[in-house]
């Protein structure tokens, strides 16, 4: 599996962006994902994850309710929708694949497969 994100760009605070992470590949729909983030400065942070049929669902306590993650595995695709972009989500925003689901739960765990990311700017 490969994967590629998509969707990021500049947008004001308080307006939302969706973002898309494709992969490659025939065995997406075995894989669990997660979306991470890596601001400057500071390390990188699990944000959201979603198993492999999408029936489970995580979210970091910093985006609970203004950020949702979602698949179609017919599409090879995980979105993250994200509303009531404040400054501070400002970072470049990464998709990682595993197979096991508490893998990506893990902070100190070494993720299967991850993408190249796609910045995200949020002005005030």
């Known amino acids: 599996v490969q994967l590629v994100e998509s969707g990021g760009g500049l947008v004001q605070a308080g307006g939302s962006l969706r973002l898309s992470c494709v992969a490659s590949?025939?065995?997406?729909?075995?894989?669990?994902m997660g979306w991470f983030r890596q601001a400057p400065g500071k390390e990188r942070n699990l944000l959201a994850a979603i198993t492999w049929s999408g029936g489970n669902t995580y979210y970091a306590d910093s985006v609970k309710g203004r950020f949702t993650i979602s698949r179609d595995n017919a599409e090879n695709t995980v979105y993250l929708q994200m509303n009531s972009l404040k400054p501070e989500d400002t970072a470049v925003y990464y998709c990682a694949a595993d197979r096991d689901y508490n893998t990506i739960l893990t902070p100190t765990s070494a993720l299967e497969v991850w993408g190249q990311g796609t910045l995200v700017t949020v002005s005030s």
């Open positions: 590949g025939q065995t997406f729909s075995k894989y669990a």
